[in-house]
């Protein structure tokens, strides 16, 4: 039943984003081009990187608030560590990185150990870590980032965004990982029966400390692709984008109760999304519109979902 | 072990910005101030080449309708519906001029960036903007540029290769002086002041802070600065900010600077409200028409800004200037319709004039 | 006392879920001031008729009369009206709430100012758990504190308060250890006594003779039999309920006891693990028995690491080991069943496969990767070895029964290969048919030289299946009886031995 | 036999002491005490190093200032005691104050346009209710939903445009009662008003049962699904009061989302000790925390915390908070 209805719901959703597709490329002409989806998967890179790890996190029940302030965090600190610091490129962003990682790894710390609930300990992360970017960063901007390093947010690998690569690998590893893997199957269990996975010997702590982490460790590297791609470091990079990030998580099916979920889900939640953004654009339709419409879709989408699970499965 | 590294970085990090925060949180950035003489001497500027960027392969577009996008900062203020007004009321006038506006609803550099990425694709002949960071902004500029649109900014500019021109609404040094003077004239060359701003990352309001900065210490060197608070773009914060500020300095606080047009008005309610209008000064940018009731009740003398419905409207006679190849690189003046000449500074900035000082007499004759 | 004419009478009742009927055309009734015994194996349709007569199912056909009068149900309002109220198994309760509000929620007593008069809620609480002799629980405290026999009676209170005419009890004994039930038993006398007509479902006999005035039998959605209690007898009754006779019920294996495999010295771990030492052999079935907090469970849980013990040794085969987590357990071979299966046992939304493979997910990876083929075997295997009745493995365990439910966590923990295996209430809530399986099962385990500890409230399963019986109470041991000499007055005078001075 | 021995044990214990008073008190409001404790200590150590900061200017610009907030928590505090959660509320509130603002700007009657956000915040709301009952779509998914469609449709309709040219009548937060600001009062009053709604009578405390164990809730004959919507109109009431206090506050009305308003409005009643998984927690608490986030925000001022650490600063106070509280919730088991 529940792995029928997951099905159901993503096969749902993939039609739509069909549709969705079909409709767009006849409103403009300019929307279903090679270059322009592209240019989509580079703008949705960071949500992306985001949104995977997130769909973790909300698979065992929990939720992560922080991951915009540490994007803005680990964007800061690449910065300071490279101009302030004086240390080379490469070394500031992995250390702001690790640093970034960390910060994930605080949250797990206090949901782990001092077991407050994860809305309530990322909530107050949530201001911590953007209060902390803006506090080191004095409000500063850094820029004039070596060429070079553009290649990461800006350039492309074999015809395809940089980054680009960087999601589909995270997206493939974290399908692997979620479907096939030991850990992977924790994570189920633990946002199904958090008790019971305890009782079978199941590292229940340890797992969600390493989800916590990991997805400090995904917004990090968010972090750092972003100031790659807009060439700059602000302390309020990344406010807001924990929201779309869980829109698109919970648009592609993954429960917010726990228990189930699937990247090629949140995947395609993803697309969705972006596609509307752009194509309603191309389409002349204003960003006020869009988000509306996005809004709507996000409700409408688990409607039907709803539906159709219940009439599959009770009477 | 993994931990005692990790916190030795955050720990290094947090020394390394206590170093560079030397002085009294201002609000102000750290690029180098220009402030202009005390007296009404007109600053001489060094004639600059011109640093702007060009489109490549621009199509001919003289005389033909052109499709234009306005991006400001974010949507849904008053300033901004302003210049979008002035955008509009331009391009009925030349007819040649199909322009719309559509912003991010928050001032975020991402949506902003993706916003002006999607009309690159949508295939528009010009990009207006108001940028939210000079240099997040710029990447998605050039590829504009790269494909043959022209690009012209206003209000916020960005790095200067990233765009063909930028209006200046009045340039910061000016400002500053507009702002301080109209303060030491209020409170006197002895009084003390505090600021509230948007956020310290606003680059507008950073760089007026700093230019404000500079000016106080070289004209007016006994006025003492307070704080700086930030209030976001949220009036209900800006006025308890600005309460907080009158409750904590009591009489020794004379004035307060706005910094947007969200937290001038706030301020000025605050005062009002806190019935100190006449002890403490309000000077700030904001809009007229929300700025009427407390000039009108005289609580506050002067308010500083610029017309945003001229600036929109120069910002579309640029961008068609520019369409049309009569604005080139090099040239000293562009024609801007009923505002008539405006003259080119810094290279590649248009000036829209000196700011205008709103008050009692002149007030009621603005509405935006 | 009682009186010959039924208070409550359901006539032709059918219910059908998703196409499948799970009853078919039951009568029933109820008169005041008896005890009517409701019999059956889980699926019979006992907990369906019981929901319908408190309101929370809509019957597809049949007629309830209450009093003389036919009613409909649409709610568990409607049913109250009518006077009857029910202590569901499950306990539904709020546990962040008080006893006194949670006796009175939903029918808070006034004030003339019609705001809820908390005085008066306390009050009469108070005058309700009285009058089930609960003078030990206070009216303010959160129901999340409550042991369990706390909690059913202070359901009990919650029916009484309503002045209900009808009471059902939805497996009251369930899960509560045997001096709870008798005290439970004394409160079901008095509201008899008082003309309350009691619903009594169970699964445990001797209760049922002790307190019952009729017996209705029901297999398969459809009613069996109704008798008179001195009419029917024991064997009858069961034969009647499995449509089968049961040949014993407690079938003991013989299994040849080897050397020891564990062996505790002074374990200790907070109030309730005080000082406890013995050894356990291979083969051997060692019965663990106490009233509940006495700390029976405690002593399981800390075997099994989830709450490490303070001081003391535990030693496996002979060498001395640390654990400090369930996965140490299982990795040193404990394995533990425990007593609260939908919460600690059993993931339910999940596969019977992945359920069976949760404890030994590493064991059955190669690298990382879960090996889904290997996994569907074993599940396909333990489903055979344990004859669990499923539609396939990828069924969801939530939709099995509770003895099937009991057999897939005991299949996880045989995966594991356990050479101590801790049992805790394994028969709770299994009805007899599965209850002997798992009985069997046991015994088979012991022949292959697992040792096994069995924690158990049912006193005759204890003294039925036990080689050596530990007594436990008040954290401490109280008495430890070779199967020979355990009868029910040893072990239930050892259970209560320390009590009285712990208490005070 | 056996019975006899256990009834006697049972017997000879004694009925047990009732806790003293200030322990109960503890154990029911604890975290209420927690946050009004740590009010208190901000109090006397910023008061010792600035005096003014608890004049009475001072104490309307913490009391009042934040009200809005407040009120908009008491719904908010209600919503979560039932297991639910409402990220739209800020958008909501942006919404109802430009309806608000227009229709005092349009001519219509003072009382209609201090009516109308009530209103419409209680039907916008009510929709969110339905479709979280009877839909059976979670509310953070549903919430999530609305705040788009909320936020990006005020940007639709208002095009940006401020209101200005309130007539003064229509500024009730500006005015006072009893010498008091009418925002305190307001604050004062609804918290009282709801927290006596939800200890005394039947209605306010379904909703503790609701939250609490949907399942026994049910078995009550609590309809759970007219609840939920039922607390989702009454929480959309309160956004509406909310909105009063929010658009009367100054002489003009933003036409924009107050920013992280949501954010806050919830943190504020987790941090009042209202449980995120239901069942617990009161609206004293929630307006409590409110005050907590206006005075440490003065506070910080007044201390010269560094503007650019302020926030950090905030963050790490609120962090604290729930550590302690979690700390005390162990020591209590």
Redesign the interface.
């Known amino acids: 039943?529940?792995?029928r209805s997951l099905i159901r719901h993503e096969t749902l959703l993939a039609l739509l984003l069909v549709i969705v597709l079909i409709v767009l490329s006849f409103q403009?002409d300019?929307?279903f081009t090679v270059?322009?989806l592209l240019?989509q998967g580079r703008?949705m890179t960071?949500i992306g990187l985001i949104a995977i790890a997130m769909t973790f996190v909300i698979a065992t029940g929990g939720i992560d608030?922080s991951v915009g302030s540490i994007l803005g965090l680990t964007a800061i600190?690449t910065g300071?560590?490279w101009q302030?610091?004086g240390l080379p490129l490469p070394v500031a962003a992995t250390?702001a990185i690790?640093?970034g990682?960390?910060a994930g790894?605080v949250n797990g710390v206090?949901i782990t150990r001092?077991?407050?609930?994860p809305?309530?300990?990322t909530?107050?992360?949530?201001?911590?870590?953007?209060?902390?970017a803006?506090?080191?960063?004095?409000?500063?901007?850094v820029?004039g980032y070596p060429e070079w390093f553009?290649v990461l947010g800006?350039k492309d690998v074999l015809g395809v965004p940089t980054q680009l690569w960087i999601l589909l690998l995270a997206a493939v590893v974290a399908s692997i990982?979620l479907a096939?893997?030991?850990?992977g199957?924790?994570v189920?269990?633990v946002g199904?029966?958090e008790?019971?996975?305890?009782?079978?010997?199941?590292?229940v702590e340890k797992t969600k400390l390493a989800l916590y982490t990991a997805s400090g460790f995904a917004a990090a590297v968010a972090a750092v692709i972003?100031v790659s791609?807009?060439?700059?470091t602000?302390?309020?990079?990344?406010?807001?984008?924990e929201?779309d990030a869980?829109?698109a998580v919970?648009l592609g099916g993954t429960?917010?109760?726990g228990?189930?979920g699937t990247i090629i889900g949140t995947i395609i939640g993803l697309c969705l999304i972006q596609a509307l953004?752009?194509g309603l654009?191309?389409a002349?339709i204003?960003?006020?519109?869009?988000?509306?419409?996005?809004?709507?879709?996000?409700?409408l989408a688990?409607?039907a979902s709803?539906?159709f699970e219940r009439s599959g499965t009770?009477? | 072990m993994r931990n005692v590294v990790l916190s030795a970085l955050l720990a290094l990090s947090f020394s390394t910005s206590l170093s560079h925060a030397q002085s009294v949180w201002t609000g102000g950035d750290d690029l180098p101030t220009n402030p202009l003489a005390c007296d009404a001497t007109p600053a001489t500027a060094a004639a600059k080449p011109y640093d702007g960027g060009q489109p490549t392969n621009a199509p001919d577009r003289k005389g033909k309708t052109i499709k234009v996008v306005d991006v400001p900062k974010l949507v849904g203020i008053g300033y901004f519906n302003a210049t979008s007004k002035g955008i509009a009321d331009a391009a009925k006038e030349m007819g040649t001029m199909d322009a719309k506006t559509d912003g991010p609803s928050k001032a975020n550099i991402d949506d902003q960036v993706t916003l002006i990425d999607n009309y690159i694709t949508s295939g528009v002949d010009g990009i207006l903007f108001a940028a939210n960071d000079p240099v997040a902004i710029a990447p998605v500029l050039k590829k504009a540029l790269g494909a043959g649109i022209n690009v012209v900014g206003y209000d916020a500019n960005s790095s200067p290769d990233a765009r063909q021109w930028f209006v200046n609404q009045a340039e910061f040094n000016g400002i500053a002086k507009a702002m301080v003077d109209s303060m030491a004239t209020e409170i006197g060359d002895e009084g003390a002041f505090a600021i509230v701003t948007s956020t310290f990352t606003t680059p507008n309001q950073a760089r007026w802070i700093a230019e404000m900065q500079a000016y106080q210490a070289k004209c007016h060197p006994k006025m003492k600065w307070l704080e700086t608070v930030e209030a976001q773009e949220d009036n209900i914060l800006s006025f308890n900010q600005s309460n907080t500020l009158i409750n904590k300095y009591g009489d020794e606080l004379k004035g307060i600077f706005g910094m947007t047009s969200v937290a001038t008005p706030a301020a000025a309610d605050a005062v009002t409200q806190a019935k100190k209008c006449g002890s403490v000064a309000v000077v700030g940018l904001a809009t007229p028409n929300a700025m009427k009731p407390y000039v009108g009740a005289g609580c506050v003398k002067s308010v500083v800004l610029w017309n945003p419905v001229d600036l929109g409207y120069a910002a579309a006679f640029v961008l068609r200037a520019v369409a049309d190849g009569s604005l080139a690189p090099g040239a000293t003046s562009v024609k801007a319709g009923k505002l008539g000449d405006l003259s080119v500074i810094n290279g590649s900035e248009i000036l829209l004039g000196a700011p205008t000082v709103f008050n009692k007499d002149n007030i009621n004759n603005f509405d935006f | 006392m009682s009186s010959p004419v039924a208070y409550v009478s359901l006539t032709g009742m059918s219910k059908s879920f998703g196409g499948v009927k799970v009853l078919k055309e039951v009568s029933f009734d109820v008169r005041p001031g008896e005890v009517h015994a409701l019999l059956g194996e889980n699926g019979a349709g006992k907990s369906t008729l019981i929901k319908m007569m408190s309101g929370l199912y809509t019957p597809d056909a049949g007629t309830i009369v209450v009093d003389g009068k036919e009613l409909k149900f649409s709610s568990t309002r409607d049913a109250g009206a009518a006077g009857i109220a029910t202590v569901y198994q499950e306990l539904l309760l709020f546990p962040e709430l008080s006893v006194a509000e949670n006796v009175f929620l939903g029918n808070y007593p006034r004030t003339s100012a019609g705001i809820i008069d908390w005085a008066e809620v306390r009050r009469r609480t108070r005058d309700l758990l009285d009058q089930l002799d609960t003078y030990d629980l206070d009216v303010d405290t959160k129901v999340l504190s409550l042991s369990v026999a706390q909690r059913q009676r202070v359901e009990i209170a919650k029916a009484l308060s309503k002045n209900a005419r009808i009471l059902i009890m939805d497996e009251p004994t369930a899960s509560l250890v045997e001096s709870d039930v008798q005290r439970l038993m004394a409160v079901v006398r008095q509201l008899r006594e008082r003309g309350v007509g009691i619903v009594y479902v169970s699964h445990r006999m001797p209760e049922i003779f002790a307190l019952a005035d009729r017996v209705t039998v029901l297999r398969d959605g459809a009613h069996v039999a109704t008798r008179d209690i001195g009419e029917v007898d024991e064997n009858q009754l069961v034969s009647m309920m499995v449509g089968r006779s049961i040949e014993s019920l407690f079938p003991k294996a013989d299994a040849s006891i080897g050397e020891t495999v564990l062996k505790v010295t002074n374990l200790n771990h907070g109030r309730h693990v005080r000082d406890i030492s013995f050894e356990l052999k291979r083969g051997e079935i060692l019965g663990i028995a106490g009233l509940v907090g006495s700390g029976r469970t405690e002593l399981a849980l800390t075997l099994f690491g989830m709450t490490p013990a303070t001081s003391g040794e535990i030693a496996m085969e002979g060498k001395v080991v640390r654990i400090g987590s369930p996965r140490q357990a299982r990795d040193l071979g404990i394995a533990y069943v425990p007593e609260d299966r939908g919460q600690q046992g059993l993931v339910k939304a999940m596969a019977i496969r992945k359920n069976v493979s949760m404890a030994t997910i590493e064991r059955l990876s190669s690298g990382i990767f879960i090996k889904a083929g290997e996994e569907a075997q074993r599940a396909l295997d333990a489903v055979k070895r344990l004859s669990i009745r499923c539609r396939n493995i990828g069924q969801p365990v939530g939709e099995l029964s509770g003895g099937n439910q009991q057999k897939v966590v005991i299949a996880k923990w045989l995966e594991t290969k356990p050479k101590v295996l801790i049992l805790d209430e394994p028969t709770r809530g299994v009805d007899v048919g599965a209850k002997a399986e798992i009985h069997t099962i046991m015994g088979e385990l012991v022949k292959q030289g697992v040792a096994i500890i069995m924690i158990s409230s049912e006193l005759p399963e204890v003294l039925g299946m036990s080689d050596r019986v530990l007594v436990i109470s008040g954290g401490c041991i109280t008495g430890e009886i070779a199967r020979a000499e355990a009868t029910p007055e040893r072990v239930g005078a050892a259970m209560t031995a320390h009590r009285t001075g712990e208490a005070a | 036999m056996m019975t006899t021995t256990v009834e006697a044990t049972a017997r000879s214990r004694a009925a047990p002491q009732r806790p003293g008073f200030f322990k109960r008190l503890f154990a029911e409001y604890g975290q209420e005490i927690v946050v009004l404790a740590a009010i208190v200590v901000l109090f006397a150590v910023v008061t010792m190093v600035n005096p003014r900061f608890i004049s009475a200017n001072n104490l309307t610009t913490i009391f009042s200032g934040n009200a809005y907030i407040a009120v908009a928590a008491i719904g908010m505090a209600m919503v979560i005691v039932t297991g639910n959660i409402d990220v739209s509320v800020g958008a909501l509130i942006g919404v109802l104050a430009t309806i608000s603002g227009s229709l005092a700007v349009a001519g219509y009657p003072i009382w209609f346009a201090w009516l109308a956000p009530v209103l419409v915040g209680m039907a916008v709301n009510a929709i969110i209710g339905i479709l979280v009952a009877y839909a059976r779509i979670p509310s953070i998914v549903v919430t999530l939903g609305a705040l788009s469609i909320l936020r990006g449709g005020l940007i639709s309709v208002t095009g940006g445009t401020w209101i200005t040219d309130l007539p003064p009548d229509y500024l009730i937060a500006q005015k006072q009662i009893l010498g008091l600001p009418v925002p305190l009062v307001f604050m004062v009053v609804l918290t009282l008003l709801a927290a006596f709604w939800m200890r005394y009578t039947a209605f306010g405390r379904s909703l503790y049962a609701v939250g609490g164990n949907a399942e026994a809730a049910l078995a009550t004959g609590i309809p759970i699904a007219r609840r939920t919507v039922a607390v989702f109109v009454i929480h959309g009431a309160f956004a509406g009061l909310a909105t009063i206090l929010f658009a009367t506050q100054l002489q003009v009305i933003q036409s924009t989302v107050p920013p992280n308003l949501e954010l806050t409005v919830i943190t504020a009643a987790v941090i009042g000790g209202v449980s995120i998984l239901g069942g617990s927690g009161t609206v004293i608490g929630s307006t409590l925390a409110t005050i907590l986030f206006a005075t440490i925000g003065s506070a910080l001022i007044f201390v010269n915390v560094s503007a650019y650490w302020l926030r950090a600063v905030i963050g790490l106070l609120i962090l604290a908070t729930v550590l302690a509280d979690m700390l005390r919730r162990r020591g209590r088991s």
């Open positions: 039943m529940n792995l403009s300019r929307f270059d322009n240019n703008l960071e608030l600190l300071v560590f302030n610091v250390a690790a640093a990682t960390f790894f206090i001092f077991r407050v609930p809305l309530i300990a909530l107050a992360t949530l201001a911590l870590y953007r209060g902390l803006e506090g080191i960063s004095q409000a500063r901007s820029r553009y800006q990982i096939y893997t030991t850990w199957r924790t189920y269990a199904s029966n008790v019971a996975s305890r009782f079978s010997g199941l590292s972003f791609r807009v060439s700059t602000r302390s309020d990079m990344g406010t807001g984008i929201l869980i829109t919970v429960s917010i109760f228990g189930r953004k752009n654009s191309l002349g204003k960003g006020d519109g869009t988000i509306m419409l996005i809004g709507a879709v996000l409700i688990i409607l709803n539906l009770r009477t």
